[in-house]
């Protein structure tokens, strides 16, 4: 059975279609929600064998483009690449951008329609559960620098947000548990009751028992829906969102962009560092963060490696986070289990002891002791 998640945002509002094999009402659905005359598709390189020609027979569509996999397609290059080919076949402010993949599709698809002839209308088709749970709702889209992720970019909503939970049965289990992070991540900022369920539920959900998973994605993109429709554009209380993002980012530059590190589990680590941190400045429980590493354990979210860096360097990356005030690093933190609050207080000092302990034992960490 198909659910419907409202984004509400007065008259830019849209549903978040959540359910399996949506595509058979896909031609009707786009219509009534974009009134486009021409569909362009972004992909990529992994997506496409799959699902590309479905979508494309569908809606009759012959303009597409496929980037590379990875964080590295979110980049300058690739993003006038794209402009480029389609100024060349003619788009007009009545065609609309489809962005068919997982978060990195997802971001630069929706950045090029915000910035191609001053905006197109986009619609997102998230292919992974990352995607479906956080990037592909919101409208935050945007590509990559040398100096950080996201650092470019804009809010700029989606028409639609269409999110078929059969795509993911071809979803390899380590992409499912980097989704499972941002999951994990909306019970740890306000919702208790919610991080109950998925200890008692996780396995199901990455073993993508339908219920389990569907009822993951619609509480998850429910509760993104009511702090974008609050906060659309992160002045409050949606940076909340980037509970763990901090230092998650930062590990994310450190690796390169290579595919080592996927950014779920950057995530996974990042909210165990804010945890950790949170119980040293005496905010949280030390049993909230030992009942979250037992979750990690149950269920192995532990990434399988992650960059070596010093605290300098992590320090160095935080630096350019794009929430940060008046050269102050600006972290969320945690009172415990669903009491995520926003700290621009840390002192620059007390924040190097913590990374260069925490830093250390690495193996020991990665088994949650």
């Keep these: ?53 479905a979508l494309t027979d569908t809606l009759n569509i012959t303009d597409t483009y496929i980037v590379d996999g990875g964080e590295a397609s979110k980049s300058f290059a690739v993003y006038q690449a794209v402009c480029e080919q389609f100024l060349k076949q003619g788009v007009t402010r ?6 068919l993949g997982g978060g990195v599709v997802g971001d630069l698809a929706g950045f090029v329609a915000a910035t191609l002839l001053r905006g197109v209308k986009y619609i997102q088709v998230p292919t992974t559960l990352l995607a479906q749970v956080d990037s592909s709702v919101g409208g935050k889209t945007g590509i990559n620098s040398p100096a950080g992720k996201n ?35 909306y019970g740890l900022i306000d919702d208790p009751a919610f991080f109950d369920w998925l ?21 998850s993109c429910t509760a993104k829906a009511r702090v974008v429709a609050s906060d659309e554009t992160e002045q409050g209380r949606r940076a909340l969102l980037n509970l763990g993002h901090s230092f998650g980012h930062a590990l994310e530059v450190e690796a390169g962009y290579d595919g080592s590190l996927l950014h779920g ?22 049993a ?38 008046r050269d102050q690093i600006v972290l969320i933190l945690s009172h415990g289990i ?32």
């Design 265 to 286: 589990e950057a995530v996974a680590i990042g909210m165990d560092m804010a945890l950790a941190l949170s119980v040293q400045l005496g905010f949280c429980p030390a």
């Design 151 to 185: 650092l470019i970019g804009a809010f700029y909503q989606p028409s639609l947000v269409l999110a078929d939970t059969a795509v993911l049965d071809t979803l390899p289990a380590r992409q499912m548990k980097a989704g499972y992070a941002e999951i994990l991540k």
């Design 94 to 99: 009545n065609t609309a951008i489809i962005a």
């Design 1 to 53: 059975m198909t659910v419907s998640v409202k984004v509400d945002l007065g008259d830019r509002s849209y549903p978040v279609l959540i359910g399996p094999v949506l595509y058979d009402d896909l031609a009707a659905c786009l219509q009534n929600h974009t009134g486009a005359e021409r569909y362009f598709v972004i992909t990529d390189q992994t997506v496409a064998p799959l699902y590309l020609k």
């Design 338 to 369: 669903g009491k995520a609050f926003v700290d621009k207080n840390i002192p620059a000092a007390v924040l190097k002891e913590f990374l260069e302990n925490y830093l250390k034992p690495v193996e020991d960490r990665a088994h949650g002791n």
């Design 199 to 219: 200890e008692q539920n996780g396995a199901a959900v990455l073993q993508r028992e339908p219920s389990a998973l569907q009822y993951a994605i619609e509480k």
């Design 288 to 325: 909230d963060l030992a009942r979250l590493r037992a979750h990690y354990d149950a269920i192995d979210l532990w990434p399988d490696t992650r960059p070596a860096l010093s605290a300098g360097r992590m320090l160095t990356h935080m630096a350019k986070d794009k929430k940060n005030q």
